[in-house]
């Protein structure tokens, strides 16, 4: 089971498309991603921890950089290239 990424300038809402909030998505790491966030603490402080695998998890605008700097730590002390891979896309941001 894979995670897929989107970022949205809002709220996606539920009748609407959510194609017209979405600035971005990744969909190519899933598998890498979800083995690489399963080690994480469900209970931590962290944010990236409460990734629900089988479900939506909305990060605020606040929770979201937390998360940033939670990917940037992670990446720093991963050795296998699809997790790092799946990391830096996950810490994608715009320019």
Request: hydrophobic share 30%; net charge negative; charged share 25%.
């Amino acid at each position: 089971m894979g995670i897929e990424l989107e970022l949205h300038s809002g709220r996606p809402t539920r009748k609407g498309s959510s194609r017209d909030t979405l600035l971005r998505g990744s969909y190519e790491h899933g598998e890498a991603l979800a083995r690489a966030l399963s080690a994480l603490d469900r209970h931590g402080s962290g944010k990236l921890g409460r990734v629900d695998p089988y479900g939506d998890t909305l990060f605020n605008e606040q929770e979201a950089q937390v998360a940033c700097q939670e990917v940037s730590v992670l990446t720093q002390g991963c050795t296998d290239d699809h997790h790092k891979a799946a990391l830096l896309d996950l810490g994608w941001r715009p320019t």
